[in-house]
């Protein structure tokens, strides 16, 4: 099974207590807003912590007939929008139109909130900074402004008028002609918002923003100072997950001349002073130690078997997060102590807690202890163990190898890529046992070992040699089957250049590929399986399924002159996470997998399986096909 890598509501490394405390922090504000900021590297555990913070609050009971109300906003997904500010305050009145039940009064007021963002987008449109504070543009200019961009752009005497009419209306509705600077159009905004809260029995509003880092530097500034002009109505909580030095990125790019008194370039002070004034209280997620990192990775392995659900599974969870609160006074899980935990479950998941013991202290100390990254380990190991089982030769291999395998192939790439050379013809290592002699002496003379001629480096394999399992008289070209990228390390085929080649062209766009047929029809079946390996572990190993990932072309181009992949083809489009993939998926397998073709009913599988599992504008749109 392979492990989801979206935000969760099950906590595995106590990030539920920083839940708590925001949410505690949120509830003493009283009718003050606050911001909260939730910091930490890419993989940290920032969109799961805003998961926790919702679930919190939604199980708030109300407070002097008054409710606490949550809603969510990703900026990544809203950065098409012309403006973000416009985004970001149209999201929230549209989530609280559809979360809140609204009476009669809130909905006068909905009406003058929609007329205050219309009026700010119209004021946009004319290259007019509506949402700038004290811009001192009077609204009769905006109008003037807006009109010549009219008579430029429409052609019709009637568009004219109509447009005209409409901003018109949004003018008068907004009541900013009685004021001649567009403050009052915030100040309207402001009043109209805390009024709609009031009506909709609302105690507090907590807007949980996430995604921030992942915008282009202009739409994070933008979203966080409409966060500011939100920071002056009542009952209003912003909590923002992001990485910092993202944002402080973001801000020196967008202010790249902000100077201090003394005429000189301040770019990191300013982007300090900027967080700190926009983000009143900062958490910071700290990293996984070794023994936390080492719990997390054996609760993952069961987890691929047990499911959520599971009692006993469950009960290993709550062990795992006990000993997480006191890492500096607990021991990993052994073998015995989860024997004990899972009881008559043990048995299912043996093999991923012997890994889980093996693999643990090697991968928690190259992952830096990011969750993201032990995660997508994991499910490569689970992935490649599948595909090596669904092309019948996964019973030559041991799963716990392949992990140690895979290992060595991430962190040190370039004595993974040499050792086939020094492997005997049954793909063994006869070097071994003098390498073990080398670390035994090397605690004695570490000079003399230094000294010797070696094609590796011992002092950064050591560890990984000698950590269980062993490899000694096992026969790894199977291991090197299974993780192969750019070349096959024993055929001798195909030169190392000519596969990397083909697999650098399948990544571009679909013009260029179908331009270099011949190379692709040139492959050897034995090749064209290894080209097709490689970039399928690409794909999923960058995890993007939103949009079409680059390569998917090039695939079905492939499987198009290489027909014996149709198979392959179906079981990696099954593989797709169905909850992460964009409307694409449902479209181009038809080039490759044809309606004639006995691999088609596979396809109509995965076809059925998105009509239940996928996105809702997937599940719509196939509903609509």
């Given at each position: 099974m392979i492990l989801s890598d979206n935000e969760t509501k099950v906590d595995l490394l106590n990030n539920e207590a920083i839940a708590k405390t925001i949410v505690?922090?949120?509830?003493?504000?009283?009718?003050?807003?606050?911001?909260?900021?939730?910091?930490?590297?890419w993989g940290a555990g920032k969109s799961s912590i805003l998961e926790m913070v919702e679930n919190e609050v939604n199980k708030s009971p109300s407070e002097d007939g008054k409710k606490y109300s949550c809603i969510r906003f990703n900026g990544w997904r809203h950065q098409g929008f012309e403006d973000s500010k416009v985004a970001l305050m149209s999201s929230i009145v549209s989530e609280l139109q559809k979360k809140e039940t609204l009476g009669a009064k809130a909905g006068e007021t909905l009406k003058k909130l929609w007329k205050n963002i219309n009026w700010m987008s119209v004021a946009k449109a004319t290259g007019k900074t509506a949402l700038g504070i004290a811009t001192g543009t009077?609204?009769?200019?905006?109008?003037?402004?807006?009109?010549?961009?009219?008579?430029?752009?429409?052609?019709?005497?009637?568009?004219?008028?109509?447009?005209?009419?409409?901003?018109?209306?949004?003018?008068?509705?907004?009541?900013?002609?009685?004021?001649?600077?567009?403050?009052?159009?915030?100040?309207?905004?402001?009043?109209?918002?805390?009024?709609?809260?009031?009506?909709?029995?609302?105690?507090?509003?907590?807007?949980?923003i996430d995604d921030l880092d992942r915008c282009l530097p202009d739409v994070a500034i933008n979203t966080l100072?409409?966060?500011?002009?939100?920071?002056?109505?009542?009952?209003?909580?912003?909590?923002?997950?992001?990485?910092?030095?993202?944002?402080?990125?973001?801000?020196?790019?967008?202010?790249?001349?902000?100077?201090?008194?003394?005429?000189?370039?301040?770019?990191?002070?300013?982007a300090n002073k900027y967080l700190e004034k926009l983000i009143q209280v900062p958490f910071r997620i700290p990293?996984?130690?070794?023994?936390?990192?080492?719990?997390?990775?054996?609760?993952?392995?069961?987890?691929?078997?047990?499911?959520?659900?599971?009692?006993?599974?469950?009960?290993?969870?709550?062990?795992?997060?006990?000993?997480?609160?006191?890492?500096?006074?607990?021991?990993?899980?052994?073998?015995?102590?989860?024997?004990?935990i899972l009881g008559n479950d043990y048995e299912k998941c043996s093999d991923e807690v012997l890994i889980a013991t093996q693999i643990c202290h090697l991968l928690a100390q190259?992952?830096?202890?990011?969750?993201?990254?032990?995660?997508?380990?994991?499910?490569?190991?689970?992935?490649?163990?599948?595909?090596?089982?669904?092309?019948?030769?996964?019973?030559?291999l041991e799963l716990a190898?392949?992990?140690?395998?895979?290992?060595?192939?991430?962190?040190?790439?370039?004595?993974?890529?040499?050792?086939?050379?020094?492997?005997?013809?049954?793909?063994?290592?006869?070097?071994?046992?003098?390498?073990?002699?080398?670390?035994?002496?090397?605690?004695?003379?570490?000079?003399m070992i230094e000294s010797k001629e070696q094609w590796?480096?011992?002092?950064?394999?050591?560890?990984?040699?000698?950590?269980?399992?062993?490899?000694?008289?096992?026969?790894?070209?199977?291991?090197?089957?299974a993780c192969k990228e750019k070349i096959d390390y024993f055929s001798g085929a195909t030169s190392k250049n000519d596969l990397s080649e083909i697999v650098d062209l399948l990544f571009r766009d679909e013009m260029t590929v179908v331009g270099r047929i011949d190379d692709l029809k040139n492959l050897t079946n034995q090749e064209a399986e290894q080209v097709f390996e490689v970039i399928v572990q690409k794909i999923m190993e960058r995890g993007q399924f939103e949009t079409k990932p680059k390569g998917i072309d090039g695939v079905i181009v492939l499987v198009q002159n290489k027909t014996e992949l149709r198979e392959n083809l179906v079981n990696f489009m099954d593989t797709i996470p169905a909850d992460k993939a964009g409307i694409w998926i449902i479209r181009g397998w038809d080039k490759a997998i044809p309606k004639d073709c006995a691999e088609r009913k596979g396809l109509e599988?995965?076809?059925?399986?998105?009509?239940?599992?996928?996105?809702?504008?997937?599940?719509n749109a196939l509903k609509n096909m």
């Amino acid at each position: 099974m392979i492990l989801s890598d979206n935000e969760t509501k099950v906590d595995l490394l106590n990030n539920e207590a920083i839940a708590k405390t925001i949410v505690s922090l949120i509830k003493d504000s009283k009718e003050q807003p606050i911001s909260v900021g939730i910091h930490g590297d890419w993989g940290a555990g920032k969109s799961s912590i805003l998961e926790m913070v919702e679930n919190e609050v939604n199980k708030s009971p109300s407070e002097d007939g008054k409710k606490y109300s949550c809603i969510r906003f990703n900026g990544w997904r809203h950065q098409g929008f012309e403006d973000s500010k416009v985004a970001l305050m149209s999201s929230i009145v549209s989530e609280l139109q559809k979360k809140e039940t609204l009476g009669a009064k809130a909905g006068e007021t909905l009406k003058k909130l929609w007329k205050n963002i219309n009026w700010m987008s119209v004021a946009k449109a004319t290259g007019k900074t509506a949402l700038g504070i004290a811009t001192g543009t009077a609204p009769i200019t905006l109008l003037s402004s807006a009109m010549d961009v009219l008579k430029s752009t429409v052609t019709t005497e009637e568009g004219i008028a109509g447009a005209i009419e409409s901003i018109g209306g949004y003018l008068h509705d907004a009541k900013i002609t009685e004021d001649t600077s567009s403050n009052k159009e915030f100040s309207e905004f402001q009043e109209n918002f805390a009024e709609l809260l009031e009506s909709a029995s609302i105690k507090k509003l907590v807007v949980l923003i996430d995604d921030l880092d992942r915008c282009l530097p202009d739409v994070a500034i933008n979203t966080l100072e409409a966060v500011r002009l939100f920071m002056f109505s009542e009952k209003t909580a912003f909590v923002i997950a992001a990485d910092e030095s993202m944002i402080r990125y973001a801000v020196k790019k967008h202010f790249p001349d902000a100077i201090n008194e003394h005429k000189i370039n301040a770019g990191d002070t300013f982007a300090n002073k900027y967080l700190e004034k926009l983000i009143q209280v900062p958490f910071r997620i700290p990293a996984l130690g070794e023994v936390e990192s080492c719990i997390y990775i054996m609760i993952l392995m069961v987890g691929s078997v047990l499911t959520d659900e599971n009692e006993n599974y469950k009960k290993l969870r709550e062990e795992g997060l006990s000993r997480i609160k006191k890492p500096w006074n607990v021991e990993i899980f052994t073998v015995d102590d989860v024997k004990v935990i899972l009881g008559n479950d043990y048995e299912k998941c043996s093999d991923e807690v012997l890994i889980a013991t093996q693999i643990c202290h090697l991968l928690a100390q190259h992952t830096d202890g990011n969750p993201r990254k032990i995660k997508r380990f994991i499910n490569m190991l689970l992935l490649r163990y599948e595909i090596a089982k669904n092309r019948g030769f996964d019973d030559e291999l041991e799963l716990a190898i392949l992990a140690k395998m895979m290992l060595v192939e991430y962190y040190e790439s370039d004595f993974y890529k040499a050792l086939p050379n020094h492997l005997d013809s049954e793909g063994k290592w006869n070097e071994i046992p003098e390498i073990l002699a080398d670390i035994e002496a090397m605690a004695e003379d570490k000079k003399m070992i230094e000294s010797k001629e070696q094609w590796y480096d011992l002092s950064r394999i050591w560890k990984w040699l000698t950590t269980e399992p062993g490899i000694m008289d096992k026969d790894l070209r199977p291991y090197y089957y299974a993780c192969k990228e750019k070349i096959d390390y024993f055929s001798g085929a195909t030169s190392k250049n000519d596969l990397s080649e083909i697999v650098d062209l399948l990544f571009r766009d679909e013009m260029t590929v179908v331009g270099r047929i011949d190379d692709l029809k040139n492959l050897t079946n034995q090749e064209a399986e290894q080209v097709f390996e490689v970039i399928v572990q690409k794909i999923m190993e960058r995890g993007q399924f939103e949009t079409k990932p680059k390569g998917i072309d090039g695939v079905i181009v492939l499987v198009q002159n290489k027909t014996e992949l149709r198979e392959n083809l179906v079981n990696f489009m099954d593989t797709i996470p169905a909850d992460k993939a964009g409307i694409w998926i449902i479209r181009g397998w038809d080039k490759a997998i044809p309606k004639d073709c006995a691999e088609r009913k596979g396809l109509e599988r995965c076809l059925d399986k998105l009509k239940t599992s996928g996105t809702e504008i997937v599940k719509n749109a196939l509903k609509n096909m």
